[in-house]
């Protein structure tokens, strides 16, 4: 079954449905969800969700957009709540020079702070980068980062940026942009990418895919990313659920 690895179902976008859209997706046949949090009002949220279904996991951690609230109390309870038994992985963390605020240095501190917090807690990574690759790769790649795995999520970077992140344990989330008109670098990097490091992912509720562009997303959506990932590599949309599925349950240490 698909194994969606990165979707936002404490979003409002979902405040109407949420029930009935969660309970149809196992005859659609998505097996698995992790849930990832952004912000600090989206953990406790996110806990609940994986409480109530079963195919839900929870990723904890804050993204670089709303790290200008943490302070070390803060970081302490964040690590509190990622030792729930079903957390899977530190995120999403990372960095974003998209915008100009928060300001670099605080993002790359509170990047470095909790890559080592999923260092002590020995769980993955799913890292949101934009705009960043060069700081993201100095960070990942240096000697205190050594044995930190996990995902690259919505990987947007060149061919010759995967080739160094394949050097260590990175995965390569990808989502509706492949299907985008405009995907040529990623349609690239997933030629090069073996079928080993990729993962299926959405962003609901951003990013759906072609040709529901513009619309809410949902994991529903995710064999049309399948079907385009199946087109690229010259092999079957099921061949793509499957190996993927294999390569999330390894990387997070969910039983199938
Ligand atoms: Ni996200």
Not at 2 to 11: G, K
Not at 87 to 99: F, K, R, T, W
Not at 249 to 256: E, N, P, R, T, Y
């Given at each position: 079954?698909?194994?969606?690895?990165?979707?936002?179902?404490?979003?409002e976008?979902?405040?109407?449905?949420?029930?009935?859209?969660?309970?149809?997706?196992?005859?659609?046949?998505?097996?698995?969800?992790?849930?990832?949090c952004?912000?600090?009002?989206?953990?406790?949220?996110?806990?609940?969700?994986?409480?109530?279904?079963?195919?839900?996991?929870?990723?904890?951690?804050?993204?670089?957009?709303?790290?200008?609230?943490?302070?070390?109390?803060?970081?302490?309870?964040?690590e509190?709540?990622?030792?729930?038994?079903?957390?899977?992985?530190?995120?999403?963390?990372?960095?974003?020079?998209?915008?100009?605020?928060?300001?670099?240095?605080?993002?790359?501190?509170?990047?470095?702070?909790?890559?080592?917090?999923?260092?002590?807690?020995?769980?993955?990574?799913?890292?949101?980068?934009?705009?960043?690759?060069?700081?993201t790769?100095?960070?990942?790649?240096?000697?205190?980062?050594?044995?930190?795995?996990?995902?690259?999520?919505?990987?947007?970077?060149?061919?010759?940026?995967?080739?160094?992140?394949?050097?260590?344990?990175?995965?390569?989330?990808?989502?509706?942009?492949?299907?985008?008109?405009?995907a040529?670098?990623?349609?690239?990097?997933?030629e090069?990418?073996?079928?080993?490091?990729?993962?299926?992912?959405?962003?609901?509720?951003?990013?759906?895919?072609?040709?529901?562009?513009?619309?809410?997303?949902?994991?529903?959506?995710?064999?049309?990313?399948?079907?385009?990932?199946?087109?690229?590599?010259?092999?079957?949309?099921?061949?793509?659920?499957?190996?993927?599925?294999?390569?999330a349950?390894?990387?997070?240490?969910?039983?199938?």
């Open positions: 079954m698909i194994f969606e690895t990165h979707a936002h179902y404490d979003d976008a979902y405040d109407n449905d949420r029930e009935e859209l969660l309970a149809s997706m196992k005859k659609n046949g998505i097996g698995h969800i992790i849930n990832v952004a912000t600090f009002d989206s953990v406790e949220k996110s806990i609940a969700l994986t409480q109530k279904y079963d195919l839900m996991y929870s990723a904890i951690g804050i993204h670089p957009d709303d790290i200008e609230q943490f302070d070390d109390d803060k970081l302490g309870w964040l509190e709540r990622a030792k729930d038994e079903k957390c899977v992985a530190v995120g999403e963390i990372g960095l974003d020079y998209h915008y100009p605020e928060p300001g670099r240095e605080l993002q790359k501190e509170w990047f470095e702070k909790q890559l080592f917090m999923a260092k002590r807690l020995d769980k993955p990574v799913i890292i949101h980068s934009r705009d960043a690759a060069e700081d790769m100095k960070i990942l790649l240096s000697k205190p980062m050594e044995g930190i795995r996990g995902v690259m999520h919505c990987y947007s970077y060149s061919v010759e940026t995967a080739k160094e992140l394949m050097k260590r344990d990175f995965m390569f989330g990808i989502g509706g942009v492949v299907t985008f008109k405009n040529r670098k990623l349609v690239e990097a997933v090069y990418l073996p079928m080993d490091r990729l993962l299926l992912e959405t962003d609901s509720p951003y990013l759906a895919p072609t040709p529901h562009r513009g619309e809410r997303n949902s994991s529903l959506y995710i064999p049309l990313i399948a079907e385009k990932i199946a087109e690229i590599k010259g092999i079957t949309a099921k061949e793509v659920i499957a190996v993927t599925e294999e390569n349950s390894k990387l997070f240490g969910v039983a199938l």
